[in-house]
């Protein structure tokens, strides 16, 4: 894959509460697959893929899919969330969007070649962690904003609280 660590989509703080949350049994999230839920007031989700634990915001960056009901698929040697909704990808461990570039050396041929390329990290990936037969997650604190973020930002809940009021 190319361009595997991009530079973050914006240069604004963020800051979460740092402490870990107990979210489910080690037993509930092997047989499960997966749990979703609140941590600090953020929604994230929590996958159990081949032995790994991996945590991301659940509102898909994009336009705000439910990360929890896509399917785990294997993109080029990386495991990916697929956003039931429009079908981007998004890597378990690093949370990186990744799509299908054209290969520029292939640019003459009829169709040229595609190579799965990344977007750089637009889903904010938190800390999953098994102790004592439990899981717990641990909040991002890394202080760039990515694209995810959006779904906690002051725009957002004016836009969520204008369009309650029906002013949008
Ligand atoms: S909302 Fe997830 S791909 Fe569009």
Redesign the pocket.
């Known amino acids: 894959m190319d361009g595997a660590v991009a530079a973050r989509s914006s240069p604004d703080a963020v800051s979460l509460t740092q402490e870990p949350v107990l979210v489910c049994t080690e037993a509930q999230l092997l047989r499960e697959g997966r749990w979703s839920g609140q941590v600090h007031g953020r929604d994230v989700v929590v996958f159990h893929h081949l032995g790994g634990c991996y945590s991301m915001d659940r509102i ?6 439910p ?1 929890q009901d896509g399917d785990i698929e294997d993109i080029a040697g990386h495991a990916c969330i697929v ?6 990808k998004i890597t378990l461990a690093t949370g990186e969007s990744l799509y299908r570039a054209i290969d520029p050396a292939t640019i003459k041929q009829r169709p040229p070649k595609t190579r799965w390329t990344s977007k750089g990290v637009k889903q904010r990936t938190h800390t999953a962690e098994v102790r004592d037969g439990n899981i717990y997650v641990t909040l991002s604190n890394d202080e760039q904003k990515v694209d995810s973020d959006y779904y906690y930002s002051e725009e957002y809940k004016k836009l969520v609280s204008a369009s309650k009021r029906g002013t949008t």
């Open positions: 898909c960056h994009h336009a705000g899919g990360l956003c039931p909704w429009h079908k981007i």
